[in-house]
Structure formats: structure tokens, C-alpha cells
């Protein structure tokens, strides 16, 4: 039933810290409730990133379900591994994807170009909240294909890792990137 679908509007960060601090794992529901004390659901892509966010964590890890990558139109045999914000947030510009402040995803033109290929919009929402978070304080962003082994070889390989990281450092400026210029973005293959 999605009637009744909400984002985080408070995260009991100061709870989820002390239960950190007492070695325990803390498991979130997408189930909350809404001021009238009705339950609601939460989108978990806005809700491990609000938390993340709220906790001003290292890194978020997203898991794809797809499979699809990035790579540069100048190179479509190269996955991009590592991308800095500002080059996402020139992807995001390009097909219409926005984070309102209150956690609303709008898909714009995206969603015309990319209707067969429900894996490159699946890439595109984990950018977006990525970058959503990267914005919030989070330092860095992973976006992982699940395959055995993939979160350990992305976290623990530096550099060297299988799928996309996206940092705060802004290196847009080096990259030459103009969100106008489809030959300078980056495709979105599946595998």
C-alpha cells in the first residue's frame, strides 16, 4: 500500500549514535509514521541518506540491482570509477533529475529518454541521493553492482575498485565539463 508514502522529516540521530557507540547494528524500517501517528512509507534511497547525512558519515553504500554503469562517451570501454560531485550534479542537469529540499525526487526529461532502461534510471536515483547527501556533509558515495565480493573490493582497494565512488572534491573545473555538451558526459550502459 502506498497510499500513504513520506520522506524522514527528523532523524533520532543522538539514538542511532549511542546504539553505534554500544557495538550494536542499527536496522531501519522504510516504515515511519507521520504526525498523526499514521504509518507511512519511506523511500529507502531518501531515508539512507538523510541518515547518513544526519550522522555525517564517511561513506554511503548503495547497492544496484541493474547493473549499469557510467562510462565517458570517449571511452565506452572504461567504467568511470571515481567521479567528483560537480560532474554529477552536470549528469543530473542533463536528464532532469532534482532532490527537492523536503526529499521529493523529480524525474524530468529523464524519464523520456531513458523509459526502456529501467537500470539507467536506477543509476541516475542512486546519483541523485548520492549526491543529495554529499551536499548534506557525507563525504563519499558508493554505488555498488551486488555481485559476491563487490562490497569488499569497493571499499577496501583503494582506487582499485570495481564500481562508482563519488567525492566532494570538485574537480569539475579539470574535467572540462558543460552539462549543454552530450559528447563530454558520460553514457549509461547495463551489463
Known sequence: DYKNTGYPSRIYKERIKQALENNNIVLLSTVGTNKLGELINVN????????????????????????????????????????????????????????STSGLTALGKSHNKLLDNPDAIELLLHLAWSTWALNQGVNRAHIINSADGSLLEELF?????????IYKEDLAEDLDIDENDEDNLCTIFSS
Open 157 to 165: 582497494t583503494s582506487k582499485h575498485g570495481i564500481n562508482t565512488c
Open 44 to 99: 529507502g534511497h531518501n531515508l539512507a541518506a538523510a541518515v547518513a547525512a544526519a550522522l555525517k558519515t564517511r561513506k554511503l553504500v548503495y547497492f544496484s540491482n541493474g547493473g549499469a554503469v557510467l562510462r565517458r562517451k570517449s571511452e565506452k570501454s572504461k567504467t568511470m570509477q571515481e567521479i567528483p560531485l560537480g560532474f554529477c550534479n552536470a549528469i543530473l542537469i542533463y536528464y532532469g533529475i532534482t532532490i
